[in-house]
């Protein structure tokens, strides 16, 4: 049996972007995780409580929400309430794997349930994005660039600072490691 080619570069790229671009597409509307979500965004966030609940959060995003430049945890800080939130729902309901946010995010550690959601998301987007510091050196930032034009710019913006109406992430400032990571794991 002849093997198949391996999908092109925008092929993956779509294959992996695609539950962060359209999380609608992952979760219908309707669905546990779209209503929870729906849910946060009616309350009245408090961010001083949310600084409370992020000391556990700090353990592995550290106390600025810097994250970790090998790209085993990402910088959160600054991102987008919408988006932090969509993230913590999507791994209370499986959406996205990962056995330490499933963790993190039971209704254990955030046993106020949607209200703990809507702080911690409250504080962590009102931190300031802190500087990505990366050892790696591009040998064609100009494709890149053109790349990222091409493939990512309409969802997450010419100069990469997402949309938190449409819950794209922020990607400016994200260590390349955990960017690197995520596409290659598919997101």
């Known amino acids: 049996m002849k093997a198949l080619p391996a999908p092109s570069i925008r092929v ?4 992996a972007l695609l539950p962060m671009v359209s999380p609608a597409l992952a979760n219908p509307p309707g669905s546990a995780a779209e209503r929870e979500f729906a849910a946060v965004l009616q ?4 961010a001083v409580h949310g600084e409370q609940l992020f000391d556990t959060c700090s353990g592995c995003h550290s106390g600025n929400g810097s994250g970790v430049s090998d790209g085993t945890v990402p910088a959160i800080a600054g991102q987008h309430f919408r988006v932090v939130v969509w993230q913590l729902v999507s791994f209370r309901h499986g959406q996205r794997l990962d056995s330490r946010m499933q963790h ?15 702080d911690v998301a409250a504080y962590v987007s009102h931190l300031p994005p802190a500087a990505s510091v990366s050892n790696i050196i591009g040998n064609d930032t100009v494709h890149g660039a053109n790349l990222y034009k091409g493939n990512c710019s309409s969802c997450h913006g010419a ?12 990607l400016a400032g994200q260590h390349y490691e955990y960017l690197l990571h995520r ?4 997101i």
């Open 12 to 15: 993956r790229l779509a294959l």
């Open 43 to 46: 309350l009245q966030a408090d």
């Open 104 to 118: 993190f995010t039971d209704k254990l550690h955030l046993n106020g349930g949607t209200q703990d959601i809507a």
């Open 159 to 170: 100069s990469a600072e997402g949309d938190d109406q449409k819950r794209n992430p922020r």
């Open 183 to 186: 596409w290659q794991d598919g």
